[in-house]
């Protein structure tokens, strides 16, 4: 008689569900409440599997099920004390993957940077009430302002204006002047962060923290995944976290 392997069975049901969803916080809250119900010694199992099924598959329910499990860590609706236990399964495990994956990303904060607010055209400095206004506004001269804007209230309005291309995302990603606050909060928007190339971006930027980073990871291609492990300019959380998803 076959050997019923109940872990599969629950992550087959887990990620269907979740894909059946419409919204994000459904799924982060659904994901959390789920993996919270079963012991850590399966959660490790199934983590680390959502994260390979991810990049490897490609399979659309695993890319939203392992985005929405990174959410799921950052907004703490998987608790914080059953993934500590978690991780402790992964180690006794061996689970690697759980290991590298599995972590608490850093805080996104509102703090003002101090990088030179961008000139709107006014005649006076706009205060960040009028900025984030008009980062929501179709306006393309204003859309291109509102990019080089540090404050990360900005940025959040801004990347939900329809006018904001997937090339203009690219471009913040990409620089280098980014604030890191900035970056964070384009890594955890989820109309933003399940896109190939703002994710190679993000990735590529040392301004990134290396914990939010690591939540990317699973998005990137084979081909994107080699040059990140192989790039020593990089942080070598992300670069041994590129090469563990590559030799799994």
Known sequence: MPVIDKSSI????????IESLDDWAQRTIFFGRSIFGIAPEEATTCFSTIVANAFHLRENRFVITSNTAFLSIAKDHWPKEHRTHTREAAAAQGDKLTLLFL???????????????????????LTLGERKALASTPARRVVEMAMLDPHPAVAIKLLWNPKLTEDDVVRIAARRMSPSAVL?????????RMRRRVVFALVNNPGLPSSIGVSLIPGLTASDAVQVAADNRLPGEIRECAAALLEV
């Open 10 to 17: 629950w992550l087959d049901k887990l990620t269907r569900r």
């Open 184 to 192: 964070a909060h384009i890594a955890f928007n989820t109309k933003w």
């Open 103 to 125: 972590v608490q990303p850093a805080s996104v904060g509102f703090e003002d940077d101090d990088s030179e607010v961008p000139n709107y055209g006014s005649e006076r400095p």
